[in-house]
């Protein structure tokens, strides 16, 4: 590979989100992505070709980064005239990795629900299978709403040094996405005893039971490589919404579904028996110090 | 069972200790029941059904488990504060009871409420006719009213569009 690998990122039908989350890096890892990668076009970023120089000349693409959910119909998007769908195939044909950058360019994500354009999808559903069968690997796919910057600079840099790396059944890369949401909440002890938090926002209390919380069934790192270096969803007291997942966006997001006052998923691989028998056994002891506030000011 | 009352207690460190356990063990083996009964692929008009006449053989059969839990177990919480706490030990045969309903709620046989008054709904009934079962107060057999307690259960907990 180049000592200084050519990045494009192309953006297709997105809100801008993952552009959003990667200029919100940390400075120092930022620069050194810059210095480390050739980031030769982005759109919301001066360079000195377009999208169209790009085409047209015989220079290679080593990362393609895909922004956004990809659909042929230009009725709806098109950019310069041509469908998001020619344009990521021509760009493709030239490249050498593609990385589907947020869950919509991994499987249409928000976008794939626009009921008037059943034509919108992800990267690989769109791109031609004789393009995808020449990439040097398995498209990457880089689950999340948006994504998190360091998802997207630990995957590059793994790429950079070892020329691949390894996927789950998803194709997202096992080092941000073997663990769960859940890893790493401070509410853990919360949800071993089964103290439920009434409301948004408070330190206290967990969030699965009656928030809607999918940290127990959601692969992500959001509680192991934080936000902003700071924080979390669940550790400011939202709920996870399970972005990183395929079935995001559902119905009814900030619900905990239940039958019979019993939560209709549990957490993930572990029996409705497993959680029924634990979350009796939890709640039948009351602790003092999980009921009370953590913090009582003045 | 042909043992002495001093060797249970090499089993045993208290009567509290041999309590408690009498009580895990009577009610995993209606707790076993049950799990097989949700593990069939019926709907859960029938589960119940099934239960209940399983529910009411045990009365027959073996009438001290049932009278164990309604005379010993609940008329003296005292012996078991300490240990048996809550659902503590009688857990897995409560789970297999929110496992019952649940599922019944999924498929829209029973309707939508809290737990514990579908619990209530469908224990009270049974430990209701277990005690007059104990009390030599029924008129017919007790395997006779199965199906009738049964069809009550599933109408208090049916689902109504």
């Known amino acids: ?298 | 069972m042909k043992m002495s009352v001093g060797n249970m207690y090499n089993y045993f460190s208290s009567k509290e200790e041999l309590a408690k356990y009498a009580i895990k063990y009577s009610t995993n083996i209606i707790a076993a029941e049950l799990r097989e009964i949700n593990n069939m692929d019926i709907s859960s008009k029938d589960k119940v059904f099934l239960f209940t006449q399983k529910y009411f053989q045990s009365i027959k059969e073996s009438p001290e488990v049932v009278e164990y839990f309604l005379r010993v177990y609940l008329s003296n919480r005292e012996v078991f504060a300490n240990g048996c706490e809550g659902f503590l030990c009688v857990g897995d045969f409560v789970t297999e009871v929110m496992i019952l309903l649940e599922d019944g709620a999924k498929n829209k046989e029973f309707r939508e409420q809290d737990f514990f008054t579908a619990f209530s709904m469908f224990m009270g009934a049974l430990g209701g006719f277990a005690f007059l079962s104990g009390e030599n107060v029924l008129e017919r057999d007790v395997l006779e009213y199965s199906d009738e307690i049964a069809e009550n259960i599933y109408r208090a907990l049916k689902y109504e569009d």
């Open chain 1, 1 to 298: 590979m180049r000592i200084k690998p050519r990045v494009l990122w192309f953006q297709a039908v997105t809100c801008n989100g993952n552009t959003h989350s990667l200029l919100c890096a940390n400075p120092n890892r930022l620069e050194l992505f810059l210095n480390s990668f050739d980031l030769i076009y982005h759109p919301s970023l001066t360079s000195d070709v377009n999208l169209t120089d790009i085409l047209n000349s015989d220079d290679k693409i080593d990362f393609l980064l895909v922004e956004g959910a990809i659909t042929n119909n230009t009725n709806f998007f098109s950019i310069s005239n041509e469908s998001t769908k020619d344009l990521l195939n021509k760009l493709a044909l030239k490249t050498t990795y593609v990385i589907a950058v947020g869950s919509c360019a991994s499987y249409g994500g928000v976008h794939a629900k626009f009921e008037l354009n059943d034509d919108i999808t992800g990267v690989q559903t769109s791109l031609d299978k004789k393009i995808a069968s020449k990439l040097r690997h398995k498209i990457i796919n880089l689950t999340g709403c948006p994504v998190h910057p360091e998802w997207i600079l630990q995957t590059m840099f793994i790429i950079k040094a070892q020329g691949k790396i390894q996927l789950d059944e998803e194709q997202r890369p096992v080092e941000m996405y073997s663990t769960l949401a859940h890893h790493g909440c401070t509410r853990n002890e919360y949800f071993e005893w089964k103290v439920e938090s009434d409301h948004y926002g408070t330190k206290e209390g967990c969030l699965f039971y009656d928030q809607g919380c999918r940290g127990p069934m959601t692969k992500s790192s959001c509680n192991k490589i934080l936000w902003n270096e700071v924080n979390s969803k669940t550790r400011v007291g939202m709920p996870c919404i399970g972005c990183t997942e395929t079935d995001f966006p559902r119905e009814n997001m900030l619900e905990t579904k239940k039958h019979i006052g019993i939560p209709f998923e549990t957490p993930l691989d572990i029996s409705k028996r497993a959680y029924l028998s634990l979350t009796g056994v939890a709640k039948t002891f009351k602790i003092g110090r999980l009921q009370n506030k953590l913090i009582e000011y003045d």
